[in-house]
């Protein structure tokens, strides 16, 4: 049985006051549920902030990048050992944005998996098609490459803790979900791969959560669906009360 596993990714959004502000409140409103993982990825300026509020509760936080190598002359670049010294446990790898906007490919997605690994955090790895992918028919072949390439030498026992987030890029701050059936579709197909590469029991502990438009009246019926156990949540998790709605709706969905 799989923990379903629900995080807020903010983007570029919150202050370090902001973020002390949210945690305090989200933390209480959450406080019973102990059958959900729940993870919050602020910006890095306010990682530290928020895992020190955070401190003692059951919620964990992560970064939304990491460089592959510990320390160097990379600037505006963060490793996976500082991030972790802020008290984040998780680290969100290859989201759409940075694939589109900054250049990342499943060969960065490679290394930084192996990096957050090394420094001792979880990686949330996204991965997903485009509107043009899915309409050539090519989201399965798509999702294939970023899962081979992707989590190229990941060994078997790394795959039962890692979060994969599958997230169309249509679906993602468009308001244009994709529904159960599609959801369920393409996690079945992750699933399935991760069977034939991995073995079936790292692929049956591995989360695979669905992103994209997720809200609180759509989380329910996207949860419910086979293989889906939890959420990536973007513009949604912004709000308090609406994030910890999706995480209280997110419990026990698969039952
Ligand atoms: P969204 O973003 O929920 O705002 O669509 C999801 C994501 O980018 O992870």
């Known amino acids: 049985m799989r923990t379903p596993f629900v995080a807020g990714n903010w983007k570029m959004f919150k202050t370090v006051a902001e973020t002390v502000k949210y945690v305090k409140e989200f933390r209480n409103l959450v406080t019973n549920i102990d059958d959900v993982e729940i993870v919050l990825a602020p ?14 509760s059951n919620v964990c936080i992560a ?3 990491l460089h592959w190598e ?5 600037t ?7 991030i972790a010294e802020t008290g984040a446990e998780y680290v969100i790898i290859g989201h759409s944005e940075r694939r589109t906007l900054f250049g990342e490919t499943d060969a960065s997605v490679n290394r930084k998996i192996a990096a957050a690994f090394a420094g001792g955090l979880t990686p949330i790895v996204c991965i997903g098609e485009t509107l043009d992918q899915r309409e050539r028919n090519e989201t399965f072949a798509v999702l294939d490459r970023q899962i081979r390439d992707g989590l190229d030498r990941v060994r078997s026992d790394q795959l ?16 244009r979900n994709a529904t159960p059936a599609q959801a369920a579709e393409a ?3 992750i699933r399935k791969r991760l069977q034939q590469w991995f073995g079936a029991e790292p692929a049956e502990l591995c989360r695979i959560v669905y992103g994209g438009s997720v809200k609180p009246e759509n989380i329910r019926d996207l949860a419910t669906q086979p293989h889906v156990d939890g959420a990536l949540v973007g513009g949604a998790s912004l709000d308090v009360k609406a994030f910890s709605e999706i995480v ?6 698969q039952v």
């Not at 910006?43 to 003692?56: C, D, V």
């Not at 209280?248 to 969905?253: D, G, L, M, V």
């Open 70 to 74: 510990r320390e160097g002359a990379f």
């Open 43 to 56: 910006p890095f300026t306010a990682l530290h902030a928020a895992a020190e509020a955070a401190r003692n």
């Open 187 to 189: 996690h079945g197909h």
């Open 248 to 253: 209280s709706r997110s419990r026990n969905a």
């Open 63 to 65: 970064a939304q990048d």
């Open 160 to 175: 039962a803790p890692l979060v994969i987030a599958y997230e169309p890029v249509w679906a993602i701050g468009t308001g």
């Open 76 to 82: 505006g670049e963060v490793s996976a050992p500082m």
